[in-house]
């Protein structure tokens, strides 16, 4: 950041801009994340220099130097961990890990597990384009399976992770899925996540014109996305299609698509699934992960909210205990204390 923060809320979007040269491709989504992420950030009542962003390697790990704000460009995968040391810390930063799905969820898979797991107070961020951009083009961990790319000629044969998959099996507190081409519904997602206390997991679709292009227009058109797309709405009906003409119900185990044409209104709760993001069985939001075209519409908006303590709460919680119950320590009595051992 280029100095320390002395101006005033209300913040605007320029505030957090850089002016760093972005160096991503003409046309690449990653430029609607970042701005729609600087726009978000204004509406806080945050000072610049109380935001970081952590990343790891690849075209999204670039965010940081566009940022107006404290960051760190890490090594590949381990930006969760040094995201966490960071957080045990200093409880009162608001931090973002930006990742991409090569960065995150291949090298990078078990750090991101554990951060989850452990319900560290941050956000993570993971942009996924379904390519590895930043070394042109090869085969991701979410590449479809047949894909032809330069590490692939005859077409992937790896089985594509799920990124919601892996949260929800990490038992992740906050899960979200957003898109790169609905900044509205982007701003809210991250707004959503920021007021999360807890580690908030969003996926975004992110489009890489070089690479990759067009891999998510099939859902996300604009000639497509109506009846594609399906937006999750806490308490309400799960309703989608242009003239919101459709739904889904639960048969069994399974969601099934629906014709609403003719019902009405006060009868769509009993005749449809509602989403909960509340619910704490996670075999709910993972159904929802589930739903793919063409068979069903995709999913966006949250999946699964809950409160849980958090690891660096109960971290220094324990700490504030050993305090008062041994003292605050003393390092140079320890350095030159009776508790040594040698080595031959």
Known sequence: MSSIDTKKIPFTKNDFVSGQEIRWCPGCGDYAILATMQRTLAKFDIKRENHVFISGIGCSSRFPYYMNTYGFHTVHGRAPTIASGLRCVNPDLSIWVITGDGDGLSIGGNHLLHCMRRNMNLNILLV?????GLTKGQYSPTSEMGKVTKSSPMGSIDHPINALCVALASEATFVARTLDNDPIHMSET???AMDHKGTSFVEVYQNCNIFNDKAF?????????????IYLEDGKPL???????????LVGMKPEIVDIDNQELDQLPVILMSHNEKT????????????DHPEMPVPFGVFRALE??????LLNGQVKTAIKKLGPGDLKKLIHGDNTWTVN
């Open 128 to 132: 996924n384009n379904r390519t590895y």
């Open 190 to 192: 991250f707004k959503r």
């Open 217 to 229: 227009v099939p859902v996300t058109g604009r000639d497509n996305r109506d009846d594609r797309m």
């Open 239 to 249: 309703i989608y299609g242009k003239e919101k003409n459709r739904g889904i119900r």
């Open 280 to 291: 704490a069985d996670p075999s709910y939001a993972y159904m929802l992960t589930q739903m």
């Open 308 to 313: 849980r303590p958090t690891y660096d709460d």
